[in-house]
């Protein structure tokens, strides 16, 4: 197939990259969000989140004439459907006692209708947003459908899932493998046509529903794994073991790979998708249910660490480092970082938090430090919840001098124990006893 235009609806984390991407290729790309700060943004020269190197390409894009960017999507070969899949804030399910969250798909059902005016024959369709299984068929589908255009007979759909690291994106776009799985083979054949426009790994080709599976597989399994790696935290306190090292001699056996415990599990990926399984199947779906619960109490688990370290929280001052869900992004969405620190306000504690690549966020509830010496300079505590480099590379003995606190808490592995000690802190780590 010849694709010559494309529409990407979402401008995210993922939809910004993948058109900047395609239009650096030579396509024509209309990149679509209803967020007018970000249209307005990117059309100032801009951009709206952080990525390594997407500043530049996007700005190559827009310079070249291949990018434009506006509130509404236009004809095209191709429409790309790249927006958020979060789950409800106060809506559950509930099978056997157990609550669990539920998909919304609003955002999927919007863009979809927002193609339905420009579909023409011929065009190619694709769902990028991670979705429950059977979204392409069961929601994309009919929406489009309702054009008199029938899927896979007069147009193509497809669903094929990002598998990029926020931090990497841009590298793992082109060089990852890209599954993508079509409602007809002929469909399927049109999407790998046009990821390969870039993309120089593997791109395989299957049905929609095992594509939007295996995206969930993915993240369910990682989510699974760190499950077990926070319990294996709250065992070791409870034993008197270093969890630390404890994983780094278990992890020398050929088999055996444990990951890293922390203050929870967040960002848009991980923490979401693994419910979609659940909400599609609550009789199947135990372990994974359960793995959810693991890691959402672990912010709770956070707060009685800080609890040990300097007993009752009212009145006291911490300072919250980090609150990214993972290292070295701008990303805090469903950060457990920022859960941590509203259950520390519960208990009345003053916190003030900085986070280096979002020093500028607005989040209810939360004091934001103008700096990190703003942050540390008068606090009891200093509360490491995210590994940035900016973190791990501290000097605890100029620390020392530009705060009053006496005490650090470090929940990620990210600073030398016996330096911390050395320059007069009290060191309390997460998954240790002491």
């Known amino acids: ?82 927006v958020p899949t979060p789950f409800y804030e106060n809506q559950y399910g509930e099978y056997e006692g157990r609550k669990y969250r539920l998909a919304d798909l609003s955002a999927v059902t919007a863009a979809a209708e927002a193609v339905l005016p420009h579909l023409r024959k011929g065009n190619l369709v694709i769902l990028e947003s991670t979705s429950p299984p059977r979204t392409t068929v069961d929601l994309v589908k009919p929406i489009l459908e309702r054009s008199g255009l029938r899927a896979g007979v007069d147009f193509f759909l497809c669903y094929s899932p990002e598998r990029v690291l926020p931090g990497q994106i841009l590298k793992e776009l082109v060089e990852n493998a890209r599954v993508v799985g079509g409602i007809t083979l002929e469909s399927a054949e049109a999407g790998c046509a046009l990821y390969a426009t870039f993309v120089k790994g593997e791109i395989l080709a299957t049905d929609a529903t095992t594509a939007e599976m295996v ?98 929280l009212k009145d006291k001052r911490i300072a919250a480092l980090g609150l990214a869900y993972k290292p070295n992004v701008d990303d805090l969405r469903e950060s457990p970082a920022i859960e941590v620190v509203h259950l520390l306000q519960e208990e009345e504690a003053q916190v003030k938090a900085w986070e280096p690549y979002k020093h500028d966020a607005n989040l209810n509830g939360i004091h934001m430090a103008a700096s990190l010496e703003d942050a540390i300079r008068d606090a009891d505590a200093l509360l490491l919840l995210v590994k940035h480099t900016a973190f791990t590379n501290l000097d605890p003995m100029e620390i020392r001098s530009k705060s009053s606190a006496h005490v650090v808490i470090d929940c990620v592995n990210g600073w030398a124990q016996d330096q911390w000690a050395n320059a007069g802190f009290k060191v309390l780590r997460l998954g240790v006893n002491k």
């Not at 235009?5 to 401008?11: D, E, M, T």
């Not at 395609?22 to 007018?36: E, Q, R, S, T, Y």
């Not at 319990?231 to 050929?254: C, Y």
Request: glycine content about 8%; some cysteine; hydrophobic content about 45%.
């Open 1 to 82: 197939m010849n694709f010559e235009k494309i529409c990407v609806l979402g401008l995210g984390y993922i939809g910004l990259p993948t058109a900047s991407t395609f239009a650096a290729h030579g396509l024509k790309v209309v990149g679509v969000d209803i967020n007018p700060h970000v249209i307005e943004t990117l059309q100032n020269g801009n951009i709206h989140i952080h990525e390594p190197g997407l500043r530049e390409v996007v700005e190559s894009a827009l310079s070249s004439g291949n990018l434009i960017v506006s509130p509404h999507p236009e004809e095209a070969d191709a429409f790309l459907i790249a």
């Open 215 to 312: 995206k969930l597989m993915e993240n369910t399994t990682r989510d699974v794994n760190i499950a077990i790696a926070n319990e294996f935290a709250r065992l070791a306190q409870k034993f008197g073991v270093d969890v630390w090292e404890a994983i780094r001699l278990a992890n020398r056996h050929p088999r055996i790979n444990i990951l890293q415990p922390g203050p929870g599990v967040g960002g848009h990926c991980i923490r979401v998708d693994p419910w979609f399984f659940v909400e599609a199947a609550p009789e199947l779906t135990s372990m994974i249910y359960h793995a959810r619960q693991v890691n959402d109490e672990q912010p709770h688990f956070v707060v009685e660490k800080v609890k040990q370290a300097l007993g009752s």
